[in-house]
């Protein structure tokens, strides 16, 4: 499986960013899609996932509720990341991933960089 994301760039505080990734490759039976996200010198964390088989469960981190919208396309395999309200805290490089079965593939990640 093969991870693909874009949509990262320079923002001012305020502003919005839309990221994208699209999965290729082995993706039947894609359980879930999501994004987590790293800044310099910390941990990756979560930031926002969607169930793709068995409803549309979405789920969020507390940092971007309200905020960041998740969606996807089942058609194209491919997971959207809208972003507003951005944040000089929500710079980072984001990086995609997906589920199918108990394996996690991970995409090679896109800079988000927010100026205040």
């Known amino acids: 499986v093969q991870l693909q994301a874009y949509g990262g760039g320079l923002v001012q505080a305020g502003g919005s960013l839309r990221l994208s990734c699209a999965a290729s490759?082995?993706?039947?039976?894609?359980?879930?899609m999501g994004w987590f996200r790293q800044a310099p010198g910390k941990e990756r964390e979560f930031v926002a996932a969607?169930?793709?088989?068995?409803?549309?469960?979405?789920d969020y981190a507390d940092s971007v509720k309200g905020r960041f919208t998740i969606s996807r396309d089942n058609a194209n395999n491919t997971v959207y990341l809208q972003m507003n309200s951005l944040k000089p805290e929500d710079t980072a490089v984001y990086y995609c991933?997906?589920?199918?079965?108990?394996?996690?593939?991970w995409g090679q990640g896109t800079q988000v960089t927010v100026s205040s």
């Open positions: 969607i169930r793709v088989m068995r409803g549309d469960g979405l």
């Open positions: 991933n997906v589920i199918i079965r108990a394996s996690i593939y």
């Open positions: 490759g082995r993706t039947f039976s894609i359980g879930a």
